[in-house]
């Protein structure tokens, strides 16, 4: 299991990000990119490993940081280069990945569920290279029925040729069905338990529901550190924030220079 702090906050209470903004969210906070970036290694290899390429995102809950989480391992996994990667925004409800990379809901996957071939502009680029998002796509009345239709199947046996790895973005596991209904579709799922947040029962829960077979591996999300100081005296300059970290390794007489 991957222990991710909270960005910025020290165990601070997270707030929606803005629409746009989902990779910028925590950039600043050299302990939780350098923490992402543990992350992404350890999913690269076991997928690799594994030999696995449709990830799905989940937890018990809402709110525990799987479209972040998501988000943050797609620009991760595409910038190393060795990857062609593409999101897919199945949590059609909230629509918050399409949202936060500032995409529009359609064309997206709900319209290439209830009928027809892909759209011109289906696998829409992002900001990222070789990241590519299908957007969540018009709003649906009983989105984990088209989910269990003959159509999803398609569209992952497509999209396997196509890229490299491809994540879900999904709902909690929890208080719809959608997820469960395609465990079965994914070869492995990423777990999201937020810390002081989600009962442990929820997320007993949630692995019982998703099965041990589909689940990838677990993320503690938003641990409460222990304070810069104690950062500090073990990491180093390592933890220092990169403006920081700049600052200190500029010749003196550039350092505070404002002053002089
Ligand atoms: N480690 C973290 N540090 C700080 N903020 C975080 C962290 N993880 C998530 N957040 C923030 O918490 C909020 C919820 O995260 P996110 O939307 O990724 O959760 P989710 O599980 O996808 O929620 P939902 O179930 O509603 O789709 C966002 O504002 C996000 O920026
Ligand atoms: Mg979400």
């Not at 990945?97 to 529009?104: I, Y």
Request: glycine residues 10%; proline residues 6%.
């Amino acid at each position: 299991m991957i222990r991710l702090p909270f960005f910025g906050k020290n165990g601070g209470s997270p707030s929606k990000y803005v629409a746009g903004n989902l990779f910028a969210e925590g950039i600043e906070d050299n302990l939780f990119t350098e923490k992402f970036k543990g992350l992404r290694a350890m999913v690269e290899q076991k997928a690799d490993l594994l030999q696995m390429k449709v990830l799905g995102v989940t937890s018990s809950i809402a709110g525990e940081g799987k479209t972040l989480t998501c988000a943050w391992l797609g620009k991760g996994l595409a910038s190393t280069g060795r990857k062609k990667v593409l999101m897919v925004d199945v949590d059609v409800r909230k629509a918050d990945l399409t949202h936060g990379v500032g995409a529009k809901r359609s064309p997206g996957l709900t319209d290439y569920l209830v009928g027809g071939n892909p759209p011109p502009q289906f696998f829409q680029a992002t900001e990222v290279p070789n990241l590519y998002l299908v957007a969540a796509g018009v709003e649906v009345a009983s989105p984990a029925d088209l989910l269990a239709g003959e159509r999803f199947k398609t569209f992952l046996k497509e999209v396997r040729t196509r890229f490299d790895m491809i994540l879900l973005d999904t709902p909690p596991v929890l208080p719809v069905a959608d997820t469960v209904t395609i465990r079965d579709l994914v070869d492995g799922f990423v777990v999201l338990y937020r810390a002081g947040f989600t009962p442990y029962t929820m997320f007993r829960q949630a692995l019982e529901d998703l099965g041990e077979k589909h689940v990838l591996g677990a993320v503690l999300n938003g641990v409460e550190g222990p304070s810069d100081s104690y950062y500090q005296k073990y990491y180093g300059s390592y933890y220092l924030e990169k403006s920081k970290r700049a600052a200190a390794a500029a010749p003196p007489d550039l350092q505070g220079s404002q002053n002089t």
